[in-house]
């Protein structure tokens, strides 16, 4: 009983330190969560969509579960105890009878028996069977490539209440706000989006590059999950610290949240037409999935 309890837990510890293991490797080289039920609702549609998947993820996927019940089946498999058992030999009483007529003794004189003293053996001392467990090589596979390099020292200089004023300026013109995840390193301010498929995302402090990279990450997922539809992302900072010389033009830079206001009331949502057919609500939801996604990854 002591023995199935053993195994019990031994497997149980394994099963999670497996897991932890292959959920670390996922995570590090494929940005995989394997506990991440919309990491693996964007697999099922990428293979839906015949869109490429790198083969080191399957590659990885079918050694893990190799692992995972070889290392199962070495604990919890059956062990047989090897038993060195003494073997008592016979004596035949009549030459000792015979002795004791040609040579009488005084006294009896106590000969060593095999019971008393069992004859060595040849075979060797039982060796423990527990088994050893070995980390499994790493691939050797090409590293798959990264949506972000390393991140720079930022210098924050956003508040609370400048993220509550850029919803109320884009909420004034007619836009609807999302939440704002963190992209990578950088941590967006705002995500709006309005009518014909716009959308902006916006930040505070951080160089104009930093968000090129972010809304290049954001292009990616919408390029792999959606055909013919194009979505017009648009980009601002305010208070860059390379707003002189932006290393990224195409976005939008203020010098403060005034400007930008100034800005958007000059360019508000147009409404929504007639012929929406809930094209716009469709278009709200797909957002929604890809902030929820996004602050996962």
Same mark, same amino acid.
């Given at each position: ?57 399957? *590659? ?8 995972? =019940? ?15 058992? !003494? ?7 009549? !030459? &000792? ?6 040579? $009488? #003794?005084?006294?009896? +004189?106590?000969? $060593? ?12 001392? $039982?060796?423990?069977?527990? %088994? ?8 050797? =596979? ?8 390393? %991140?720079?020292?930022? #210098?924050? =200089? ?42 902006? +995302? ?9 968000? #090129? ?17 194009? *979505?017009?992302? &648009? ?5 860059? !610290?390379?707003?002189?010389? %932006? ?9 403060? +949240? ?6 958007? &009331?000059?360019?508000?949502?147009? %409404? ?24 996962? +990854?």
């Amino acid at each position: 009983m002591r023995d199935k309890l053993d195994n019990f837990l031994l497997a149980t510890l394994w099963i999670f330190a497996s897991t932890l293991g292959v959920c670390f490797w996922f995570n590090i080289r494929f940005g995989f969560n394997i506990f991440s039920s919309a990491h693996w609702h964007h697999l099922a549609y990428m293979q839906a969509s015949q869109n490429p998947v790198s083969p080191a993820f399957y *590659i990885s996927m079918v050694i893990s579960v190799i692992v995972v =019940i070889c290392g199962l089946y070495l604990l919890i498999r059956p062990r047989f105890r090897k038993f060195k058992i !003494p073997v008592r030999e016979t004596h035949n009483p009549s !030459p &000792n009878i015979q002795s004791q007529h040609i040579a $009488p #003794q005084p006294a009896p +004189i106590q000969t $060593p028996t095999v019971a008393q003293t069992p004859a060595p053996t040849s075979e060797p001392e $039982p060796v423990s069977t527990a %088994p050893t467990l070995t980390r499994p090589p790493r691939l050797n =596979i090409a590293v798959t490539p990264q949506l972000h390099s390393t %991140p720079l020292p930022q #210098q924050t =200089i956003q508040t609370p209440s400048m993220a509550s004023e850029l919803r109320e300026i884009f909420h004034g013109a007619g836009y609807t706000v999302k939440n704002n995840p963190r992209i990578g390193t950088t941590q967006t301010e705002l995500f709006a989006i309005g009518t014909n498929e716009v959308l902006w +995302i916006g930040a505070v402090g951080i160089p104009t590059t930093d968000l #090129q990279r972010a809304i290049d990450t954001v292009n990616q997922i919408f390029s792999d999950t959606l055909d013919d539809i194009i *979505i017009n992302v &648009n980009g601002f900072v305010i208070s860059a !610290p390379d707003a002189n010389a %932006p290393g990224a033009p195409d976005i939008l830079t203020f010098d403060k +949240i005034d400007t930008l206001r100034q800005y958007m &009331n000059e360019h508000k949502n147009p %409404p929504l037409g007639e012929d929406d057919n809930g094209n716009f609500d469709a278009f709200s939801a797909y957002i929604s999935t890809v902030i929820d996604y996004l602050g996962k +990854i």
